[in-house]
């Protein structure tokens, strides 16, 4: 029989999985690795979340099958929050979304409006799904850079000059994962008056929306106004609630989008597990404590990190917002590449990394850190660092 799957050949191999199989193997073998690698939250959600989610699954009848769009409660909790946070109206019934994780939302969305041949613009580098979701569904991309400025905005005008087809739907993610870069409202306004005028869809990604530091709120495109009508936006309880393996996130905006999202998901899921969606609602509706506590730990993870990088040889620009730092290679290993640089930092001093590679070719020169260990690991990654610099004959100023 053919194995030549048609989807499959559409993949190139993932090259973060070759530094996660590698972390496997060490830690297998009893080795202490600090892992900076993915950005898995290492704490707890709420407990008030959590008691909710124990109390709803001691009731017989929430163990039966839910609604693949979200339960009613938690996507008006989703509106509610919406309306607190950025003053957005948003029906419920015709506007919001429950998805599994953003991840899921975003290959789902993909798979309701692309067909074979399509043109997607999306950011290189760019979190994997905002490419290869839209790959997966028979599209081309056609990239654009990650940093918002006049550049940014010249390369979406040359592409929808030069494209055939032309392009149908932009992916945008603010605050960017991996490289951690923000927009203002200005942005989105500019960015909205394109779409309308290109006829082109915008599938915004907010996941990182409430982690931004030194005071300076991340917006949403939905504050624009008139976005409804070009836009759907993604946001994930992952990171602002340290929720990441209950897979809750959202999509809102675009009623015809999330209509036909709405159907794909009718036939691919019957949505999460009820007591999950009531605790997710829990998190929505009850105490913010931790929205803020979570700001400021990543906050001073990202201060603590910088320093004591810094001071082994390795400078790292200060992330503006998110759970990562967009690192570029110290110069004098630039040459090695962000695969091999990473490699040999887990085996020569038991860091994890991701390779910028891995988000496509424009991260080359660069890793991505995640912020997802405690103060005192971060200060012992960094000296495990400066000690591997160290047998290289690198120094503070050489790096």
Known sequence: MDTDFYRMKRLPPYVIAEVNGMRHAARKAGQDIIDLGMGNPDQPPPQHVIDKLCEVAQ??????????????????????????????????????VVTMGSKEGLASLATAITAPGDVVLAPNPSYPIHTFGFILAGATI?????????????????????????????????????????????????LVAWAKENKVWILSDLAYSELYFDGKPTPSIMQVKGA????????????????????????????????????????????????????????????????ETNRQLYHKRRDVMVEAFGRAGWDIPPPPASMFAWAPLPPALRDMGSLEFSKQLLV??????????????????????????????LRQAARNVKRYLASLGINSSAA
């Not at 929430?62 to 929050?81: D, E, F, V």
């Not at 988000?359 to 991505?368: C, H, P």
């Open 228 to 291: 409804k009508d070009v836009a759907v936006e993604f946001t994930s309880m992952s990171k602002t609630y340290s929720m990441a393996g209950w897979r809750m996130g959202f999509a809102v905006g675009n009623k015809d989008l999330i209509a036909a999202m709405s159907r794909v998901k009718s036939y691919l899921d019957y949505g999460a597990f009820t007591p999950i969606q009531a605790a997710a609602c829990a998190a929505l509706n009850g105490p913010q404590d931790i929205v």
């Open 59 to 96: 009731k017989p009848d929430a163990h039966g099958y839910s609604q693949s769009k979200g339960i009613p409660g938690l996507r008006r909790a989703q509106a509610n929050y919406y309306g607190r946070r950025f003053g957005v109206d948003l029906d419920p019934e015709t506007e919001v």
């Open 142 to 190: 056609r990239s654009v850079p990650t940093t918002p400025d006049d550049n940014y905005f010249r390369s979406l005008e040359k592409a929808m000059a030069f494209t055939v087809p032309r392009p149908s739907l932009l992916v945008v993610n603010y605050p960017s994962n991996p490289t951690a870069e923000v927009v203002d409202l200005a942005f989105y306004e500019r």
């Open 348 to 377: 020569h001093a038991q860091v994890a990394v991701a390779p910028g590679v891995g988000y496509g070719e424009e991260g080359e020169g660069f890793v991505r850190i995640a912020m997802v260990e405690n103060e005192q690991r």
